[in-house]
């Protein structure tokens, strides 16, 4: 098993949703590229933290 956090910071507010850009670590690929999130969830929030855990 092995674990990434990926950083992500506020890109664009569409209709119900926020549009986030991965900041990947320099010299490394993106994971994810775009996250969407529900505004509910959200909210005013600039930065969010996605931890993903790969099992094999």
């Known amino acids: 098993m092995s674990k990434a956090v990926v ?3 506020f890109e664009k507010e569409t ?3 926020v549009r986030y850009k991965e900041e990947p670590e320099e010299g ?3 994971i ?3 996250l969407y999130v529900q505004k509910w969830f ?3 929030s600039k930065q969010i ?5 790969k099992h094999d």
């Open 7 to 9: 950083k992500f910071t």
């Open 32 to 34: 994810v590229g775009s």
């Open 49 to 53: 933290t996605v931890t993903i855990d």
């Open 15 to 17: 209709k119900n949703s």
């Open 42 to 44: 959200a909210g005013n």
């Open 28 to 30: 490394k690929a993106p």
